[in-house]
């Protein structure tokens, strides 16, 4: 049997191509859509969470938020519970971009799927959250260290 991930991993780097190119103007990236969607629907959200959300390592989140924030979309302050945390918060110019990132993901899922019918678009759906359920399961069993 070929392997899955391939196919899966091949799809998701042509996204991110995608992403970046419809972004650029607004001195975005392709993985930076993620940031901004959650961020954007949850105020506040503590880095940490944000984290285990869009299933990036802490490091990767820092990063990208430090980018984010250069650019005027979201801003972080400490926790008042915990000073090691910091909560981020969007910008007006988040919420500002938050229907071209939309856009952009609406306009992508529809341009992929456009030769399906609406029965194999929704088995496909449902096999893709079947996937990253299980895929989430492994992950979150692995040790820490």
């Not at 990767?60 to 924030?69: F, S």
């Not at 030769?115 to 088995?123: C, G, M, N, W, Y």
Request: with cysteine.
């Amino acid at each position: 049997m070929e392997s899955m991930m391939r196919y899966v991993n091949r799809t998701a780097r042509l996204s991110t191509l995608y992403r970046n190119e419809k972004l650029k103007a607004y001195g975005l990236k392709g993985i930076h859509h993620s940031y901004i969607l959650n961020i954007c629907r949850n105020p506040g959200i503590p880095q940490g969470k944000l984290a285990q959300m869009i299933f990036v390592d802490k490091s990767n989140v820092a990063r990208q938020l430090a980018t984010l924030e250069k650019n005027a979309y979201v801003y972080r302050v400490p926790s008042q519970v915990d000073g090691r945390e910091q909560l981020v918060y969007p910008t007006e110019k988040a919420f500002e971009i938050l229907p071209i990132v939309s856009k952009t993901l609406k306009e992508w899922n529809e341009d992929i799927l456009v030769d399906f019918t609406q029965e194999e678009k929704e088995q496909l759906i449902e096999a893709m959250k079947k996937i990253m359920g299980r895929a989430k399961e492994i992950v979150d069993h692995l040790p820490n260290e």
